[in-house]
């Protein structure tokens, strides 16, 4: 099976600055998503990557403080910009591997606590 | 009202029993239904997936869709403490502009005890 990694694992970042959050699978994907998850909650959508044009942003996250890229069909990355303690959650990355009908699979996820 | 309903627990169980978890949602445009164990500091691990009404069996776990009901089960045999972690479900529809994205439960926390 496919494996899906995550950089950083974790991370502790002070109020006003950015982390950028890489997504990296080792097969080519059809499509990727970028999934938020705060303390105690279930899963919320951001946005799904396109490859090489801009991400489609659900309702209520835009992409000043979410900019994503996907330059290719096996790597993306999330920033989450102006952080402040709200942002505090776990970021997760999940790919389709055929039709958008197909499973869907997440990477490990990325601890982020913000200061 | 959430899209997706889930009985966030906790549920804790004797190991050996028959653990039986739910959803219900109110979009009737889901046709894709997923069952995720998620163990704690770790990501979402797919454990079943079904389209449309019907059952689905895979070792000790069986799945259930009911559209007539917009409710989908999941039920643990023989539970073992190694079951013990936090069970979502997940739908999506087939087409539209939410091609792909998937709804999420709440969650549910479970606990198997020896």
């Known amino acids: 099976s496919a494996v899906i990694s995550q950089k950083p694992s974790r991370d502790i970042c002070q109020r006003g600055t950015s982390l950028t959050i890489q997504c990296q699978v080792d097969s080519q994907v059809t499509m990727m998503f970028w999934y938020r998850q705060q303390p105690g909650q279930s899963l919320t959508l951001i946005a799904t990557a396109n490859q090489g044009s801009e991400a489609t942003y659900e309702s209520g996250f835009v992409i000043d403080k979410f900019p994503i890229s996907r330059p290719n069909l096996t790597f993306s990355t999330l920033t989450v910009s102006n952080l402040s303690p709200e942002d505090s959650s776990i970021y997760l990355c999940?790919?389709?591997?055929?039709?958008?009908?197909?499973?869907?699979?997440f990477g490990p996820g990325t601890r982020l606590t913000v200061t | 009202q959430k899209e997706v309903e889930q009985d966030p627990g906790p549920l804790s169980v004797p190991e050996g029993a028959i653990v039986s978890l739910n959803c219900t949602y109110s979009?009737?445009?889901?046709?894709?239904f997923m069952w995720y164990r998620q163990y704690s500091r770790k990501g979402p691990e797919l454990l079943m997936y079904t389209y449309s009404s019907g059952n689905k069996e895979d070792g000790r776990f069986t799945a259930q869709v009911d559209k007539s009901s917009k409710y989908i089960s999941l039920f643990i045999r023989d539970s073992q403490p190694s079951d013990s972690a936090t069970y979502l479900c997940?739908?999506?529809?087939?087409?539209?502009?939410?091609?792909?994205?998937?709804?999420f439960g709440q969650g549910t926390i479970l606990t198997v005890h020896p």
């Open positions: 997940a739908m999506k529809a087939a087409g539209g502009t939410s091609y792909g994205k998937l709804t």
């Open positions: 999940s790919v389709v591997f055929g039709q958008a009908r197909s499973e869907q699979y």
């Open positions: 979009n009737s445009a889901f046709q894709y």
